[in-house]
């Protein structure tokens, strides 16, 4: 192929250059949906928390209490769709223990609340509890207006002595969509 | 605007190299062989490039229209091909004064005064995972903050050089600049991990573990991204107080009336920014398994809430220190570049309309011409075959094939066209992604306007 050919085949190459059909306004559409897993809170409860030295039922509830700034923050009102929470308790008490999770507002009202029920052991072996709690849609809307979460044990009293534990452990999904 | 990556960069400075007819070939080998007496560049016409480059992702990849899927399953598709090593760039140039002459003792000085924008940034693939699939799917894994790499400059360069003719076969040339930085964002040495452990025996389901954090964005020509104005990097074009020098190096040999060699050194040099720095910045470790509730013993008298979140706020400012300061001082290296080229001539004998239409010329030259760019994060280089020929006496073209890291098939040219003392060049390259160019992964366009002369 002489040089002149090559050159006019370019030009042409470069004049009929074309692409095929993008659409930037796609961009609009863009977005992430990103689920991060974050431990929340744990504790250990012992017979301390219930009883006396000498073995007298003192209490059969406690109560613990968090505030959680950024569960309003307007971020998390905004972007977050849903949360999973995971509980594990793992109780060597003869009793079963009763938990229930409270998402307050400021003003102390009760948006959310979630119940969890720790089997007891019969053998002083631990017996492990777990629960996936699902919370979308209106429920996120209840969480995101609250800035304080409660913790209520209650341990359900029977004829065995309140002897041994329990384990407490939570983590949460967060789905945020950007 | 023509999107290109660092190949496309790689592929313009070959189609430009060795072209000893045009006087920006200096720019890039400033001891090449000078075939004219003197030029001068008609002012911000005489040199306007831009450049883009997209390692393994390209524009039609995301933005494509059909109906089998959506731009966010395009995008996470790309999230999970694209590799910590991948990268794009933008370059982009402007010649706003440029001029050279011959002394009487057959030296050649060229002097000038560009602007030049360089960009690159690597892809974030560890935060881009954690964002997309979160760290429940990936526990006990490290991501990197390193993988966080990213520069961006924009410099105003005063320039002269010398090319000496050492003999008939030997030229050598160097070049003294003068860097101006108008613009500088730079977030390159960022370090640490961030790693969700599964802690079966722990306190709670997981440990998170921020360890060694170490990084942040350093910005200069500006202040804070707050205070971003256009007028004020304009003006930071000659006065903007962030300065830098540096030098280019180079040489050409010919072996005979058929082999030739060169190579050169280019942005050998440094900018200190000290003018209207500002940085962003973050360090330290940090642990955390959830919030500890103690609840109250039924013996123990003291009742008070602990202030849970607070503590755990003032645990984390106590080990992480976000911060940021404005007047910093820091350096950075230029982009340093290494070039090389083996030219072999034949062809016909040629009457040229050069310096000296005596010289034994051919008509055809051809080689390789190599170069090699440092990043941040590595090494861009690319390989490239020339043709280069004049169609008639007074239009030259070279044909360039080239291979690199963004495309191992990428045909670009060059057309220069000169009468009487006008020259104009046209220069572009990856031809072969004209078909959709939205679907190429560099591409890049130069023209230039000036007058090039020769006393003889």
């Known amino acids: 192929m002489k040089i002149e050919k090559l050159l006019f085949f370019l030009l042409v190459l470069l004049a009929t250059g074309c692409t095929e059909e993008i659409d930037f306004n796609q961009v609009k559409e863009v977005s992430l949906t990103t689920t991060q897993d974050i431990d929340l809170v744990h504790f250990l409860l012992t017979q301390d928390n219930f009883v006396d030295d000498g073995g007298q039922t003192q209490q059969n509830g406690l109560v613990e209490a968090v505030k959680l700034d950024f569960l309003d923050d307007p971020f998390f009102q905004n972007r977050l769709v849903r949360i999973v929470f995971d509980f594990r308790m793992t109780n060597t ?57 409660l913790v209520e044990y209650y341990i359900n009293t029977n004829s065995a002595p309140v002897v041994g534990s329990l384990k407490f452990e939570s983590k949460a999904a967060y789905t945020v969509e950007l | 605007m023509v999107l290109l990556t660092s190949a496309g960069v790689a592929a313009q400075y070959q189609q430009l190299y060795d072209t000893d007819y045009l006087p920006q070939s200096l720019l890039l080998n400033p001891g090449n062989k000078v075939d004219f007496d003197k030029h001068l560049g008609i002012p911000l016409l005489s040199g306007v490039g ?25 995008i996470r598709a790309k999230v999970d091909q694209l590799s910590n090593r991948d990268y794009a760039v933008l370059h982009q140039s ?192 940090f642990d955390f398994d959830g919030i500890e509730f103690i609840f109250p013993s039924v013996v123990d008298e003291n009742t008070v809430i602990r202030p849970y979140w607070t503590d755990l706020e003032e645990e984390f400012d106590e080990n992480m220190n976000f911060g940021e300061r404005a007047d910093v001082s820091y350096t950075l290296l230029r982009p340093v570049k290494l070039m090389g080229g083996l030219t072999y001539s034949f062809g016909e004998h040629l009457k040229c309309n050069c310096l000296d239409p005596e ?19 590595s090494i861009q ?50 031809l072969l992604s004209y078909s959709n160019i939205a679907d190429s992964n560099t591409a890049s366009f130069q023209i230039c306007f000036q007058l090039i002369s020769n006393t003889k």
């Open chain 1, 93 to 149: 008490f003869p009793q079963s223990l009763t938990a229930v999770i409270k998402f307050n507002d400021e003003d102390g009202v009760t948006r959310e609340s979630i119940t969890l029920e720790a089997a007891g052991s019969t053998n002083g072996e631990a017996i492990v509890s777990e629960y996936d709690v699902v919370k979308e849609g209106t429920a996120i809307s209840n969480i995101t207006t609250a800035d304080t979460v």
């Open chain 2, 50 to 74: 831009v450049q883009a480059a997209t390692r393994n992702v390209s524009v039609y990849d995301i933005f494509q229209v059909n109906e089998r899927d959506e731009i966010n399953e395009r």
């Open chain 2, 94 to 285: 402007l010649e706003i004064l440029s001029a050279g002459f011959r002394t009487r003792k057959g030296n050649y000085i060229s002097f000038g005064w560009y602007e030049e924008l360089d960009a690159i940034t690597y892809f974030p693939k560890d935060v881009a995972t954690l964002a997309y699939e979160g760290n429940q799917q990936h526990l006990g894994y490290a991501f990197k903050a390193s993988d966080i790499k990213a520069r961006a400059e924009m410099v105003s360069v005063f320039h002269i050089g010398m090319n000496k003719k050492v003999n008939e076969h030997f030229s050598i040339g160097g070049r003294f600049k003068l860097y101006s930085g108008m613009f500088s964002a730079e977030s390159t040495h960022n370090s640490g991990t961030f790693t969700t452990y599964l802690t079966p025996d722990g306190n709670n389901y997981y440990e998170h573990r921020l360890e060694n954090i170490n990084g942040g964005l350093k910005i200069a020509g500006i202040g804070s991204f707050e205070e971003v104005s256009e007028s004020q990097i304009l003006q930071n074009s000659i006065f903007g107080g962030n300065y830098g020098v540096g030098i280019d190096l180079g040489f050409s040999y010919d072996f005979n009336e058929r082999w030739s060699v060169s190579g050169s050194l280019l942005d050998l040099g440094f900018i200190n920014y000290r003018s209207r720095t500002y940085e962003y910045y973050g360090n330290g470790d």
């Open chain 2, 359 to 377: 010289e034994n010329r051919y008509r055809f030259k051809t080689g390789l011409q190599a170069m090699a760019i440092k990043r941040p994060g």
């Open chain 2, 381 to 430: 280089a690319g390989l490239t075959a020339f043709l280069d020929a004049p169609v008639t006496s007074f239009l030259n073209t070279k044909l360039t094939y080239g291979i690199d890291s963004f495309t191992y098939t990428n045909v670009g040219f060059l057309i220069s066209a000169k009468i009487r003392s006008f020259n104009v060049y046209l220069a572009a390259d990856n």
